[in-house]
């Protein structure tokens, strides 16, 4: 469990100031110049552990990460639960856990956690910087950021401003677990309804029809037991305060905010090769999202996956996004090799 | 307010009984040869009052219903709380409120009720009935019971089965709901949060995009407040016990069901002159589930709206639905006139 020591103070983009703070990180595969760098950026409840939650891109199973030739890097976001700093740990100030007092965190405090960690590497080239969702708004971010460092980048089922429609599926995603915050018993509960609201942005019409159909022997919908499922898989494993600061880490995130140019300017800046790939069947961000980014991004790259998974084939989908990366990339990256 | 009594004994389709319950009804205008009758069957949360919720149907705001052609008639349907029995009202075997011990209902028993209404003002003809989402599914439900009396049906942003999508929306809703019922502040909250998940499903990301992008004066977003207010508006016209009567009302609708025939076996069964109206930006009921519909009923006609409110269009354009009423039932209505 490697972990990073960031600066005594981490002084966030809203001023605020987080001391003693850490990411946590994992890579496979060793730091060389014979390996070629994939730094993956995780989504809203992901963590360091690619291969837990996103099998399909590894070559082992279809996938396109080879750990012949690649190094990954991965590392948990500020705010998380998953071994970085986040609203359970422990603030060095009080002895007490920051619990819903943990400062608001944005996709560029997010970055420039991820540099820190990236210069005590001695890493000064990343061949691959992958993000799906959440993360993609981060990857974009550090691409505008660190062009010089960022040689190819794949921004997938993502955006350069979160939509007014995403942000009213966090917030009522929020409003539900405050709902159940008066006590333990339903905070856990609202955190279960929580993740179902978000399934339905997760997934789609078509995903529900086709394999949740009808009802079961006990006499309940399918889809039902299907999201209660989701649910009660979900209660154990999250923290109700991150998912407020990584939700609203979303809802904020703006490229051309704090920045000197409108959004289509801002994006008309990215130097990194970058391909934007888009879910047909994504309700969440759906394909305009990606379009407006590939349209000004200079030389970008549009690519969209059939799916019926909606936003989720993000996810599930790693073994065409394997097949696009390896197409889009061969001449920036492949050719090198 | 007239009130319809329904006989001593209704009994519903799974077998349980209502005793003396009755059915608040409006009538606009006379019943007489001389005049077209149109029988509205209201959505959701709708009432018998159609003016106040469907004012865009009328001529006076560029609508096709005339008062001196038409004579319009909506109930109110059983298990709602806008006058027609329902669960805020006394059951006369307990002398209490039924309250969540109110039994469930059908659309059929909805249709059964309305027919006895119908009966008992010697209504013999209806010339077009017209039913939007919940209210649609109950027309189609009318049509296959009484071919003979409904001469002409529009189908409106509706569906011949409810789908696994539509019922994961309404289970969340209901969830949220007994997620506030442990306290009486919580559970008023509830029901607001409820009526802001649904309206997730009754809109769509280019209404908001288009709508409520942005931030206030008060540095919230603009969607945030826009859903709280839709929330609060609810929270005192609505009864959470009628909330889930209804919207299991909803799930439970599949005109193949107890029934001898597939869906669309009893589709093609329907004799009514039918007119489906989609939404091409409906995500709660999709395009797709019309023109089911239209492709199964037999010299139905499938017209699509284009419009970027969701599914509320089927409220908010009226005046487009006018347009298409009147073309296509010309033949069949206006000639006659």
Redesign the interface.
Known sequence: MPQHKLPEKFVLQNGEILHQASLHYEIEGEISNQKEIIWICHAFTGSATVKSWWPSLYFENGGFIDPKRHTVICANILGSCYGSTGPESINPDTNKKYGDEFPEISNRDVIKAFIDLRKSLNITNIDILIGGSLGGQQALEWSLIEPEIIQNQALIASNAKH???G???N??QR??IS??A??SI?KN??IA?AR??A??SYR??DD??LN??GKNEQDD????SY?NYQGEKFKGRFSTDSYFILSKMM?NHNIASARNGSLEQILSLVKTNTLCIGIDSD?LF?LKEQGLMAHHIPNAKLEIINSKKGHDAFLIEGNKISRLIEKNFKKNYYEKA
Not at 221 to 224: E, F, L, S
């Open positions: 939509s007014s429609w942000i009213a599926f917030e009522l409003q539900a709902l159940g008066n006590n339903s509960e609202a309804i179902k609201i399934m339905l789609s019409y529900f029809e949740q159909k919908w399918n889809i039902v999201l809802d309700n759906p």
